[in-house]
């Protein structure tokens, strides 16, 4: 995982709702791993890593809450940057393992994002993404309940989708639709293994919804 960050330059606070104060203020302080939402992905087909990232820092731009920490002393969110400043410490991509499977894969991932999050020192919102073999790619999303839910978790996908550019090879697909589409429509495999394919494959690409995996 890569380190937190803090931005003492940053001069922009808001107050945090209502329902965020009760949040607070029921965990205790701001480390939690309690209230986390992950979402675990397996990308079946050609995908652009970097058009994916250029993508999510987009989206971090356009909603400061996820670029934001959360300051023991006041009961406000305080930004720490754009999200180009900020890619570093939510977008972990690892690279140095060899994974034999998807599931050793989802395993380390998993085990990885669930760290209890640190509210006052890191935004509320962490990725973690890995190649497998030359056609898949494991995508896993954890965000905190501060900021996500079910739906916002679709907005976010939808936001995703429509931000990520693919270069000319991959012009033809649509490699995000499936996982908006995931928070409705779940269907069984066709290929008759553990894994829900969540859309019809978009030319040669599939996403699809990884089973829960114990760490």
């Not at 909603?63 to 920490?69: E, F, G, Q």
């Not at 679709?154 to 589409?181: G, H, W």
């Amino acid at each position: 995982m890569n380190s937190t960050i803090v931005n003492n330059n940053i001069e922009d606070t808001f107050p945090v709702s209502d329902q965020q104060q009760r949040m607070i203020k029921f965990i205790g302080g701001r480390t939690d791993s309690y209230y986390s939402m992950i979402e675990s992905f397996i990308l079946n087909g050609p995908l652009d890593i970097q058009a994916l990232k250029t993508a999510l820092i987009r989206v971090l731009d356009r909603h400061d809450v996820l670029r934001a920490i959360y300051p023991e002393e006041h009961q406000v969110y305080k930004l720490v940057g754009s999200g180009l400043d900020i890619i570093d410490i939510i977008w972990n991509e690892e690279k140095d393992i060899v994974f034999p499977s998807c599931e050793d894969a989802l395993a380390t991932g998993i085990e990885a994002l669930t760290l209890p999050m640190k509210l006052d020192v890191e935004p509320p919102l962490r990725t973690w993404l890995t190649r497998v073999g030359n056609n898949s790619t494991v995508l896993i999303v954890c965000g905190h309940h501060l900021v996500f839910d079910a739906w916002t978790f679709m907005l976010f996908y939808e936001d995703l989708e429509n931000n990520t550019i693919f270069s000319s090879k991959y012009a033809a697909t649509r490699p995000l639709e499936s996982l908006r589409e995931s928070i409705w429509c779940v269907l069984l495999s066709p290929q008759g293994d553990d894994i829900a394919c969540l859309a019809e494959p978009q030319g040669d690409y599939m996403a699809c919804l990884a089973e829960p995996v114990e760490v």
